[in-house]
């Protein structure tokens, strides 16, 4: 019997069996942002520590840092604190900090694939529960508190539990306009927010073979969101392409090397799973959240649920959540009001995200419907400048859209971009918990880059694959 | 003060619902901070807000609950996002919650726990049903988690829960603090890292 990528990964990367039970893991790569991370470097100074592999941490800005204007010091002056403390603590101990001030800071989930760190067999760790993303590149990448950011810094290994293994294929075509945000989507619809507890998700398949870097990181970044974890697909030629010539990626006489340890750690064709799960692609439509939790969503041309579909226990929930959102049971999805949209974040906010939606708005003279906030967020300044380069700043701003600064901006509420009230937010973003995008009240519905899109022209949910087809000038 | 958590005893609140994610219970706003102290007054704060709003009091709001030290939740507690601040608010709100007791608990919120020494055991739906509804109809009956017998105790009942061994014993022996464990194996720590081809320069 073959071995999985997790297996292989875990015990290249084990240290040895800790008493507990668990196991001393090393961490070839430590992710560190501003929020989680404070409270461990003081725990490292206090204790009078050393930090021993400064070159496997990488730091940049991103929750705080606010999308209008970058300049320092920023305008809130508890996030101006924050981003001093991150300052001084990775000059403190010499570990590289991504800067604003050099044009180099983006979401932590961001910078990390960019700059060619992030590469397949890796052990990856930071505290932020959409570490998995960097799963995508074949490497085991965990979310984390800040105690165990403290343990990394202090030994570069952690504590850990091993995980069982749950193969997810989704095999055949995605219909046309279906995105890696709408497969994710129905993966957590189908197997629960907590479906994957206790797991690593592997993703496999013809959809996942076929899909771009930028589309396994949209899927991947989700795994947290139904339970697992960590979520990778094998890393493949797609993965050794996009890896080439970045800047931490392995240099060019060493490359083969590179690429033949990086095939050794594939899942083999004989890998033994405790779990496998098949989609068919074809069953997949646009997903829109209708929710609080980012399992409760419906196609887009489905109506919301009936409370008493429900088992008997979740019904609270759901009704709850019916509540909170102001929906009927049965509803159609269709034709909800929305007040803001939000194009950005870790999950949707690279390049191939916005080229998409380019592809759809340009040239139509498409404008966002005059009661929507509408927001482009790039996720990284190296986005912005490519955007910049391709001029779609141009595009978004014509269409009526404000062109922001990179960070994390509207995905939650730890900067100034947040929802007022009872706002409806169409968001590209992963999370539509209460009170998540900063008002405890405001509601969020999760869908693609492209249908978040067509809503803010529209002005309300539509079916995008219906709403840009619709010929040039046709009153859209 | 001992590292050991053998038995937590105090009074016990409960907090109902499912999928209760780490965003209510310490909204993001509180984030912007540097260190934890003061964190404990926010914990569920835009839960709290709203039922107030509708009239209605969130046990954290609740008179009654105001000394407990053992919360009681259902599934999925914790879920969402890594921040430490979710369970660093819960145990310094009020006397401080010192064990958690669920239907089941999301896994970075469950490691934050033990990283902080708070036990995080399981119990079935039904048991936690039971056991919720014991703390609601009488505030002052003595809670205990042991961990010992792996039972809860409310007043005169007690249920069975579950914990993995491996935390368990860290409980038992007082050795949740991860840091110095993993100290002790530094030599192994830089072989294992000199085994990897990515941590040497692909040499
Ligand atoms: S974009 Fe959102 S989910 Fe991603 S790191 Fe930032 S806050 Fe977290």
């Known amino acids: 019997m073959g071995r999985n990528l997790y297996e292989k990964v875990f015990d290249l990367h084990t240290v040895r069996r800790l008493p507990s039970g668990q196991y001393q893991v090393l961490m070839g790569l430590q992710m560190i942002h501003e929020v989680t991370s404070p409270q461990a470097f003081a725990a490292i100074r206090e204790r009078g520590w050393k930090v021993p592999y400064p070159h496997r941490n990488f ?144 993703y496999a398949g013809e959809v996942f073979d076929g899909f771009s870097m930028e589309e396994r990181m949209t899927v991947c970044n989700m795994s947290i969101e139904g339970g697992a974890r960590c979520g990778y697909v094998n890393p493949d030629q797609t993965t050794y392409d996009y890896l080439r010539g970045r800047e931490y990626a392995p240099p060019p006489e060493a490359w083969d090397r590179a690429v033949a340890w990086w095939e ?18 074809s069953d997949i439509e646009p997903i829109v959240t209708w929710g609080i939790t980012p399992g409760q969503s419906v196609g887009v041309s489905e109506n919301l649920p009936y409370v008493r579909d429900f088992p008997e226990a979740e019904r609270p929930n759901i009704a709850e959540a019916l509540e909170f959102m102001d929906f009927r049971e049965g509803q159609p999805i269709k034709g909800t009001r929305i007040d803001v949209a939000f194009l950005g974040s870790c999950t949707n906010g690279r390049i191939s995200d916005f080229e998409e939606v380019v592809r759809m708005i340009e040239g139509r003279g498409l404008r966002v419907a005059p009661h929507v906030r509408a927001i482009v967020v790039p996720g990284s300044m190296s986005v912005k400048r490519e955007m910049i380069r391709r001029g779609y700043d141009k595009v978004f701003t014509e269409a009526g859209f404000e062109f922001r600064e990179a960070g994390c901006s509207m995905c939650l509420a730890m900067n100034p971009d947040k929802l007022k009230g009872r706002e409806v937010c169409a968001s590209s973003s992963n999370r539509n918990f209460k009170g998540r995008q900063g008002s405890p009240t405001g509601r969020t519905l999760l869908m693609s880059p492209v249908m978040v899109a067509a809503a803010a022209i529209a002005g309300e949910v539509v079916d995008a694959r219906e709403f840009f087809a619709a010929p040039v000038g046709a009153g859209v | 003060m001992d590292p050991r958590r053998i038995r937590i005893t105090g009074t016990g609140i409960a907090v109902r619902g499912n999928d209760i994610d780490t965003d209510r219970i310490i909204p993001a706003r509180y984030l912007r901070c540097v260190t934890f102290d003061g964190l404990g007054e926010h914990a569920f704060e835009d839960d709290r807000a709203q039922l107030k709003a509708k009239g209605q009091v969130h046990p954290f709001d609740d008179p009654r609950f105001a000394g407990a030290e053992v919360l009681f939740v259902n599934k999925n507690f914790g879920c969402g996002s890594s921040r430490e601040h979710a369970p660093q608010s819960i145990m310094r709100w009020g006397r401080g919650i010192k064990a958690i007791v669920g239907e089941s608990f999301s896994e970075i919120f469950f490691g934050n726990c033990v990283a902080l020494g708070i036990p995080a055991p399981t119990a079935s739906e039904a048991d936690m049903a039971q056991m919720m509804s014991a703390v609601e109809a009488n505030s002052a009956a003595p809670v205990t988690v042991d961990l010992e017998t792996l039972t809860v105790t409310v007043g005169e009942h007690s249920w069975p829960v579950k914990m993995a061994e491996g935390p368990r014993r860290q409980f038992l022996e007082g050795k949740w603090d991860s840091t110095a464990e993993l100290m002790e194996a530094m030599d192994q720590v830089a072989a294992t890292a000199a085994r990897l081809p990515y941590m040497n320069g692909w040499k």
């Open chain 1, 264 to 281: 050794s750690i594939k899942s083999d064709a004989d890998a033994s799973y405790d779990d496998v799960v098949r989609f068919d692609a």
């Open chain 1, 59 to 202: 730091a940049t800005v991103d929750h705080i840092i606010p999308t209008d204007s970058q300049q320092r010091p920023l305008s809130d002056p508890l996030a101006e604190e924050m981003l001093q403390h991150l300052e001084r603590n990775t000059a403190d101990f010499g570990i590289r900090f991504f800067s604003p001030e050099r044009g180099e800071q983006g979401i932590v989930h961001m910078v990390g694939p960019e700059t060619g760190l992030t590469q397949p067999g890796m052990t990856i760790c930071c505290g932020d529960s959409h570490t998995a993303t960097h799963g995508a590149f074949g490497a085991l990448a965990f979310g984390i508190g800040t105690s165990q950011v403290r343990d990394v810094l202090a030994t570069q290994t952690l504590a850990l539990g091993k995980l069982k293994v749950r193969r997810i294929e989704v095999n055949g075509r995605l219909r046309p306009g279906v995105y890696a945000k709408d497969v994710i989507l129905y993966i957590i619809r189908k197997l629960g927010v907590n479906g994957g507890v206790g797991y690593a998700y592997e």
